[in-house]
T-cell receptor, first 109, second 115 residues
Framework: GQNIDQPTEMTATEGAIVQINCTYQTSGFNGLFWYQQHAGEAPTFLSYNVLDGLEEKGRFSSFLSRSKGYSYLLLKELQMKDSASYLCAVMDSNYQLIWGAGTKLIIKP | IAGITQAPTSQILAAGRRMTLRCTQDMRHNAMYWYRQDLGLGLRLIHYSNTAGTTGKGEVPDGYSVSRANTDDFPLTLASAVPSQTSVYFC??????????????FGPGTRLTVL
Protein backbone atom coordinates (compact mmCIF):
# COMPACT_ATOMS: atom_id res chain seq x y z
CA GLY A 1 0.00 0.00 0.00
CA GLN A 2 0.92 3.65 -0.13
CA ASN A 3 2.14 5.32 3.02
CA ILE A 4 3.46 8.72 4.07
CA ASP A 5 4.84 9.07 7.59
CA GLN A 6 5.66 12.27 9.44
CA PRO A 7 5.70 13.16 13.13
CA THR A 8 2.37 14.23 14.59
CA GLU A 9 3.65 17.22 16.52
CA MET A 10 6.88 19.13 17.13
CA THR A 11 7.78 22.03 19.37
CA ALA A 12 10.52 24.59 18.74
CA THR A 13 11.65 27.96 20.02
CA GLU A 14 11.35 31.27 18.22
CA GLY A 15 14.58 32.05 16.35
CA ALA A 16 15.72 28.43 16.29
CA ILE A 17 15.89 25.83 13.49
CA VAL A 18 13.58 22.84 13.12
CA GLN A 19 13.64 19.87 10.76
CA ILE A 20 10.43 18.02 9.91
CA ASN A 21 10.98 14.57 8.44
CA CYS A 22 8.83 12.64 5.99
CA THR A 23 9.25 9.07 4.82
CA TYR A 24 7.21 7.56 2.04
CA GLN A 25 6.32 4.35 0.25
CA THR A 26 4.26 4.92 -2.87
CA SER A 27 3.45 3.27 -6.18
CA GLY A 28 5.63 5.39 -8.37
CA PHE A 29 7.19 8.76 -7.69
CA ASN A 30 6.69 12.00 -9.58
CA GLY A 31 7.83 14.44 -6.96
CA LEU A 32 7.37 15.40 -3.33
CA PHE A 33 5.57 18.46 -2.06
CA TRP A 34 5.51 20.35 1.21
CA TYR A 35 2.47 22.48 2.07
CA GLN A 36 1.81 24.74 5.04
CA GLN A 37 -1.61 24.85 6.66
CA HIS A 38 -2.54 27.31 9.39
CA ALA A 39 -5.37 26.27 11.68
CA GLY A 40 -8.74 26.70 10.01
CA GLU A 41 -7.21 27.62 6.68
CA ALA A 42 -6.40 25.97 3.36
CA PRO A 43 -3.04 24.35 2.60
CA THR A 44 -0.60 26.56 0.69
CA PHE A 45 2.33 25.37 -1.41
CA LEU A 46 5.83 25.62 0.06
CA SER A 47 8.18 23.47 -2.01
CA TYR A 48 8.63 20.74 -4.58
CA ASN A 49 11.44 18.23 -4.99
CA VAL A 50 11.77 15.67 -7.74
CA LEU A 51 15.57 15.22 -7.85
CA ASP A 52 17.80 14.30 -4.93
CA GLY A 53 19.25 17.18 -3.02
CA LEU A 54 18.39 20.39 -1.28
CA GLU A 55 16.09 23.12 -2.55
CA GLU A 56 16.39 26.42 -0.70
CA LYS A 57 13.76 29.13 -0.65
CA GLY A 58 14.43 31.87 1.87
CA ARG A 59 14.09 30.58 5.43
CA PHE A 60 12.69 27.27 4.19
CA SER A 61 14.63 24.41 2.58
CA SER A 62 13.49 20.99 1.46
CA PHE A 63 15.64 17.91 0.95
CA LEU A 64 14.92 14.70 -0.93
CA SER A 65 16.56 11.28 -1.09
CA ARG A 66 14.65 9.07 -3.50
CA SER A 67 16.69 5.95 -2.73
CA LYS A 68 15.78 6.25 0.95
CA GLY A 69 12.19 7.37 0.41
CA TYR A 70 12.94 10.33 2.65
CA SER A 71 12.49 14.08 2.71
CA TYR A 72 12.78 16.82 5.25
CA LEU A 73 11.63 20.40 5.53
CA LEU A 74 14.05 22.73 7.31
CA LEU A 75 12.78 25.95 8.79
CA LYS A 76 15.34 28.51 9.97
CA GLU A 77 15.01 31.63 12.12
CA LEU A 78 11.63 30.47 13.35
CA GLN A 79 8.92 33.07 13.77
CA MET A 80 5.68 32.80 15.70
CA LYS A 81 3.79 32.92 12.40
CA ASP A 82 5.44 29.62 11.44
CA SER A 83 3.16 27.87 13.92
CA ALA A 84 1.12 25.69 11.57
CA SER A 85 0.78 22.17 10.26
CA TYR A 86 3.23 21.05 7.58
CA LEU A 87 1.94 18.51 5.11
CA CYS A 88 4.14 16.17 3.10
CA ALA A 89 2.65 14.79 -0.14
CA VAL A 90 4.00 12.51 -2.86
CA MET A 91 2.80 12.47 -6.44
CA ASP A 92 2.34 8.84 -7.45
CA SER A 93 2.48 7.10 -10.82
CA ASN A 94 -1.06 8.32 -11.63
CA TYR A 95 -0.03 11.93 -10.91
CA GLN A 96 -2.27 12.01 -7.86
CA LEU A 97 -1.06 13.40 -4.54
CA ILE A 98 -0.79 11.03 -1.58
CA TRP A 99 -0.79 13.04 1.66
CA GLY A 100 0.74 12.51 5.05
CA ALA A 101 -1.35 13.36 8.13
CA GLY A 102 0.71 16.49 8.73
CA THR A 103 3.07 17.70 11.45
CA LYS A 104 1.75 20.32 13.83
CA LEU A 105 4.57 22.72 14.64
CA ILE A 106 4.27 24.71 17.85
CA ILE A 107 6.59 27.71 18.23
CA LYS A 108 7.29 28.96 21.75
CA PRO A 109 8.69 32.40 22.57
CA ILE B 1 -8.93 37.58 -8.80
CA ALA B 2 -10.60 35.26 -6.31
CA GLY B 3 -8.73 32.04 -7.10
CA ILE B 4 -10.92 29.27 -5.79
CA THR B 5 -14.14 29.84 -3.91
CA GLN B 6 -16.21 27.31 -2.02
CA ALA B 7 -19.74 27.52 -0.67
CA PRO B 8 -21.07 27.20 1.89
CA THR B 9 -18.35 27.99 4.44
CA SER B 10 -20.00 25.66 6.91
CA GLN B 11 -23.17 23.61 7.11
CA ILE B 12 -25.01 21.45 9.61
CA LEU B 13 -27.02 18.77 7.87
CA ALA B 14 -29.47 16.12 9.00
CA ALA B 15 -28.57 12.56 8.08
CA GLY B 16 -30.31 11.40 4.94
CA ARG B 17 -30.44 14.84 3.36
CA ARG B 18 -28.93 15.67 -0.01
CA MET B 19 -26.23 18.34 -0.12
CA THR B 20 -24.16 19.95 -2.85
CA LEU B 21 -20.88 21.67 -2.06
CA ARG B 22 -19.94 24.26 -4.63
CA CYS B 23 -16.49 25.01 -5.99
CA THR B 24 -15.56 27.62 -8.58
CA GLN B 25 -12.14 28.67 -9.86
CA ASP B 26 -11.23 31.59 -12.09
CA MET B 27 -7.68 30.52 -12.96
CA ARG B 28 -8.72 28.49 -16.03
CA HIS B 29 -7.07 25.42 -14.53
CA ASN B 30 -7.91 22.21 -16.34
CA ALA B 31 -7.72 19.90 -13.31
CA MET B 32 -9.87 20.06 -10.19
CA TYR B 33 -10.04 17.93 -7.05
CA TRP B 34 -12.17 17.30 -4.00
CA TYR B 35 -10.53 16.24 -0.74
CA ARG B 36 -11.78 15.60 2.75
CA GLN B 37 -9.62 16.30 5.77
CA ASP B 38 -10.22 14.54 9.07
CA LEU B 39 -8.30 14.92 12.30
CA GLY B 40 -5.29 12.64 12.40
CA LEU B 41 -5.59 11.69 8.76
CA GLY B 42 -4.06 13.18 5.67
CA LEU B 43 -6.08 14.82 2.95
CA ARG B 44 -7.94 12.08 1.11
CA LEU B 45 -8.97 12.43 -2.50
CA ILE B 46 -12.69 11.90 -3.14
CA HIS B 47 -13.02 12.66 -6.85
CA TYR B 48 -11.03 14.51 -9.47
CA SER B 49 -11.39 15.88 -12.96
CA ASN B 50 -8.46 16.33 -15.33
CA THR B 51 -10.49 18.34 -17.83
CA ALA B 52 -14.04 19.57 -18.36
CA GLY B 53 -16.37 16.69 -19.20
CA THR B 54 -14.32 14.00 -17.44
CA THR B 55 -14.22 12.83 -13.83
CA GLY B 56 -12.46 10.09 -11.89
CA LYS B 57 -12.70 8.37 -8.54
CA GLY B 58 -10.18 8.99 -5.83
CA GLU B 59 -9.37 7.10 -2.66
CA VAL B 60 -12.75 7.58 -0.90
CA PRO B 61 -15.49 8.12 -3.53
CA ASP B 62 -18.38 6.17 -1.95
CA GLY B 63 -21.38 8.33 -1.10
CA TYR B 64 -20.17 11.22 -3.25
CA SER B 65 -20.67 12.26 -6.86
CA VAL B 66 -19.24 15.06 -8.98
CA SER B 67 -19.80 16.68 -12.34
CA ARG B 68 -17.63 18.91 -14.52
CA ALA B 69 -19.85 20.63 -17.04
CA ASN B 70 -17.37 23.47 -17.62
CA THR B 71 -13.81 24.49 -16.72
CA ASP B 72 -14.69 26.68 -13.75
CA ASP B 73 -17.16 24.67 -11.67
CA PHE B 74 -16.79 21.34 -9.88
CA PRO B 75 -19.68 20.63 -7.49
CA LEU B 76 -19.59 17.75 -5.03
CA THR B 77 -22.90 16.09 -4.11
CA LEU B 78 -23.72 13.93 -1.12
CA ALA B 79 -26.84 12.05 -2.20
CA SER B 80 -27.86 10.94 1.29
CA ALA B 81 -25.59 12.29 4.00
CA VAL B 82 -24.34 10.07 6.84
CA PRO B 83 -22.55 11.11 10.07
CA SER B 84 -19.25 9.62 8.82
CA GLN B 85 -19.23 12.32 6.15
CA THR B 86 -18.70 14.95 8.83
CA SER B 87 -15.44 16.53 7.74
CA VAL B 88 -13.75 19.57 6.25
CA TYR B 89 -13.96 19.49 2.47
CA PHE B 90 -11.37 21.20 0.30
CA CYS B 91 -11.60 21.86 -3.39
CA UNK B 92 -8.35 22.33 -5.30
CA UNK B 93 -7.25 23.03 -8.84
CA UNK B 94 -4.09 22.79 -10.91
CA UNK B 95 -2.91 23.44 -14.42
CA UNK B 96 -1.62 20.09 -15.63
CA UNK B 97 0.01 21.57 -18.69
CA UNK B 98 1.65 24.69 -17.30
CA UNK B 99 4.27 23.27 -14.96
CA UNK B 100 6.13 20.07 -14.55
CA UNK B 101 4.94 19.51 -11.02
CA UNK B 102 1.20 20.13 -10.92
CA UNK B 103 1.05 22.49 -7.94
CA UNK B 104 -2.42 22.41 -6.47
CA UNK B 105 -4.20 25.54 -5.25
CA PHE B 106 -6.81 25.11 -2.54
CA GLY B 107 -10.11 26.77 -1.76
CA PRO B 108 -10.91 27.91 1.81
CA GLY B 109 -12.83 24.75 2.66
CA THR B 110 -16.34 23.79 3.74
CA ARG B 111 -16.88 22.49 7.25
CA LEU B 112 -19.73 19.97 7.12
CA THR B 113 -21.42 18.39 10.12
CA VAL B 114 -23.92 15.58 9.59
CA LEU B 115 -26.14 14.82 12.57
Amino acid sequence: GQNIDQPTEMTATEGAIVQINCTYQTSGFNGLFWYQQHAGEAPTFLSYNVLDGLEEKGRFSSFLSRSKGYSYLLLKELQMKDSASYLCAVMDSNYQLIWGAGTKLIIKP
Amino acid sequence: IAGITQAPTSQILAAGRRMTLRCTQDMRHNAMYWYRQDLGLGLRLIHYSNTAGTTGKGEVPDGYSVSRANTDDFPLTLASAVPSQTSVYFCASSDLAATSYNEQFFGPGTRLTVL
